[in-house]
């Protein structure tokens, strides 16, 4: 029998994602620009069991299927702003990969690192994601290069990567990556640098030079200004966590 336009379908989340991005400010606007990102998908029950996972390590590459759950409640928008037109040109949002979607529904391509299915967990650990902390999953399936890149697919109105900006470190924010990489073994000064270099300003913000800024990468505030030629970390910053993910 034909279903109606209308019936409504429920997601259940498979998963939650732990993200070294606690905020959605500075996260990266695709994935794979960022490789010293860090996540870790954990499966949720009745979902996490090692026969789920069974022979997905021959993989290299995944797609995520997931939530913009922070933005769910702001709606979908017909038109968006696309960044790389300069936040001032509309098309529509099926033209666009906005947060702002009917079903708030977003995909990804992410590197597989490893899985861990000890102590009664399943957990997926990724390399270059572009997802928030808190994330919830909702399908996970292997990446086939000769059936999904398309070599000579058209790019509409973003045919090429984002330009690089230059990033600087005070001495101060050096010292403090240092120190903060020697504790923790994550490459903060790395993932630092990837981050910015990509200007995850909104596109009137680009506009403005000279003002400071500040994102939050695991449990550190970086702080940072934007200068005409280049941006500038001036310092590094701890922040309170009432838990700590495994990131």
């Known amino acids: 029998m034909q279903q109606s336009p209308s019936s409504v379908y429920t997601l259940e989340p498979i998963g939650i994602v732990h993200s070294c991005y606690r905020e959605k400010f500075g996260i990266p606007r695709q994935p794979g620009l960022a490789t010293a990102a860090t996540a870790f998908i954990e499966l949720l029950p009745p979902f996490n069991r090692p026969e789920a996972v069974q022979g997905l390590e021959g993989f290299s590459h995944l797609w995520l299927q997931f939530i913009f759950h922070q933005t769910l409640a702001e709606g979908w928008r017909p038109t968006i702003r696309p960044p790389r037109l300069g936040g001032e040109t509309r098309v529509g949002v099926f033209a666009s990969r906005s947060t702002h979607r009917p079903n708030g529904l977003g995909l990804s391509v992410v590197k597989l690192k490893g899985i861990d299915t000890l102590q009664g967990k399943v957990i997926l650990e990724l390399e270059g994601s572009d997802l928030l902390d808190g994330t919830p999953i909702v399908d996970i399936k292997p990446y086939l290069p000769w059936a999904d890149a398309v070599a000579d697919a058209a790019c509409g109105f973003a045919p090429e990567p984002p330009q690089m900006r230059e ?81």
């Open 167 to 247: 990033v600087r470190f005070s001495p101060e924010a050096t010292l403090a990556c240092q120190d903060y990489e020697q504790l923790t073994g994550r490459p903060l000064a790395t993932l630092v640098q990837q981050v910015l270099s990509q200007d995850p300003r909104p596109a009137y913000l680009q506009r403005r030079p000279g003002r400071s800024h500040g994102i939050q990468l695991w449990d550190r505030n970086v702080r940072w200004q934007a200068n005409d030629d280049h941006f500038l970390v001036t310092a590094i910053e701890t922040v309170e966590m009432m838990h700590e993910s495994p990131t």
